[in-house]
């Protein structure tokens, strides 16, 4: 049985490789003989800065190049061997979540048939095989981001701790988990063997079976949950996690602030804080940037949209930080949907984890599952249709956009919602019994 779902795990994997490279070929030819381009506008400014690099150069020499050198270092193959070096190893490490997800759902006990399943719906979703291959990075950091959950699931502190300093600085945005990685850091962490335990997926029909079998903790007074709560923040664990991954982010961000200078730090980290973009896009706050672009922005103006993003995410990590995977859905689906600027890019961050919870749902395809795709995506495109009146008719379709960008918002609350009501809470790591708890007897 393991060696069918070997191999059928891995034929996926040959068909989703096979359709990557046969996009990026394709995407070389229609670039070549087409008026409209298959690769991302970004893809340029990447290879470009690497140019920069390669000639010996700052990558910020590159108008609008706001990353971190080391996207400009990874893409150095694209000056000396292949200008399409940077979409096959964007592929890659799409290919790589693909087996990130089987491997972390196997670590909780989900049946192969429905790993296979999640896999899947990364793997051939076509907001994701055509991220990589048009040139975005996006799959990186989401192979980062997969790993690191490996690492923690496994009790590498110190190797997530790594990387996960590495990819705050190679793109900010994963910060928004640093509050629940400590939380399930705390004292529950680990073992009884030093190691943490995983809580492992059960069927619909066991968990009907051990209903009435729950654990039950004794009720404790707000004041005791809070200091519990609070005590059990302050570990071993959690204390290497901050240190170590803190130094890294430190460590890689004075690297290329001698190399790079004030440059660097302003476009690749303080730009995002205060990123004000008057295109169109996704985001509610366009038209009013839009607006008001060319009076400019106080600090207390471009912060203060951060407020919104801030409540909703310790909202979502008091309530969920337990469940991992399942709080980083929320969060990172929250955080794109409240942020200030939203492209179609971002939705990769939680593509990317979407399927890690999928065996938790008790949400059907059809017809509440069905109804959340179809509200997404027609929200989406009706945000798209005021989007084509305006970039390619030339028309003053302004507020309808806007409208249209409300309206997609309230369809991305939609569905959180609906998820979140559909979902099996569950801790990923399993809390030991403690003298306060007792064993519900099952009624009969």
């Not at 950091?141 to 690492?151: F, N, Q």
């Not at 005021?386 to 569905?415: M, S």
């Amino acid at each position: 049985m393991a060696t069918a779902a070997a191999t059928l795990r891995w034929r996926v994997m040959a068909a989703s490789a096979a359709l990557r490279l046969a996009l990026v070929a394709y995407g070389e030819w229609q670039d070549a003989h087409l008026e409209v381009r298959y690769t991302d506008v970004d893809y340029l400014v990447f290879s470009d800065a690497a140019a920069a690099v390669a000639a010996g150069g700052s990558p910020f020499a590159r108008a609008t190049y706001r990353y971190s050198p080391l996207l400009a270092f990874l893409l150095l193959p694209n000056s000396l061997l292949h200008p399409a070096w940077g979409k096959l190893l964007f592929s890659a490490a799409d290919l790589l979540v693909g087996v990130f997800i089987d491997d972390i759902l196997e670590l909780r006990g989900v049946p192969a048939r429905t790993r296979i399943w999640c896999v899947v719906a990364w793997l051939f979703n076509p907001f994701t095989f055509t991220i990589g291959t048009r040139g975005n990075c996006e799959p990186v950091v989401c192979a980062a981001m997969l790993w690191i959950l490996i690492c923690l699931m496994k009790g590498r502190v110190l190797q997530a701790a790594f990387w996960y300093g590495l990819i705050v600085h190679f793109r900010i945005y994963p910060i928004i988990y640093a509050i629940p990685f400590v939380i399930v850091l705390g004292k529950n962490y680990a073992g009884p063997a030093g190691r943490p335990v995983l809580t492992q997926w059960i069927s619909k029909q066991q968990l009907q079976s051990n209903k009435g079998r729950e654990n039950v903790e004794e009720p404790t007074s707000l004041l005791a949950n809070l200091w519990n709560f609070l005590s059990s923040l302050i570990t071993r664990d959690t204390i290497l996690f901050g240190l170590f991954s803190g130094s890294m982010f430190f460590a890689w961000t004075g690297i290329f602030f001698y190399l790079y200078g004030w440059e660097f730090l302003n476009e690749a980290l303080l730009y995002h804080l205060t990123r004000t973009d008057p295109r169109h896009n996704f985001s509610i706050y366009f038209y009013h940037i839009y607006l008001h672009h060319q009076q400019g922005f106080s600090s207390i103006q471009r912060l203060a949209s951060f407020l919104p993003q801030l409540i909703v995410q310790l909202a979502l990590i008091v309530r969920f930080s337990r469940d991992l995977p399942f709080c980083m859905f929320l969060q990172t689906v929250a955080f794109v949907a409240f942020n200030k600027v939203m492209t179609a890019q971002y939705f990769v961050w939680f593509f990317c984890l979407l399927p890690l919870i999928l065996p938790w749902t008790g949400m059907k395809l059809r017809w509440k599952g069905l109804a959340c795709a179809l509200v997404w995506m027609g929200s989406q495109l009706h945000w798209l249709m005021w989007a084509y009146l305006l970039e390619f008719k030339g028309r003053n379709v302004f507020v309808q956009l806007w409208a249209a960008g409300i309206v997609f918002l309230a369809a991305n609350t939609f569905v959180m919602i609906m998820v979140i009501r559909h979902h099996r809470h569950t801790p990923l790591f399993s809390v030991p019994v403690g003298p306060g708890t007792k064993i519900a007897a099952k009624k009969d």
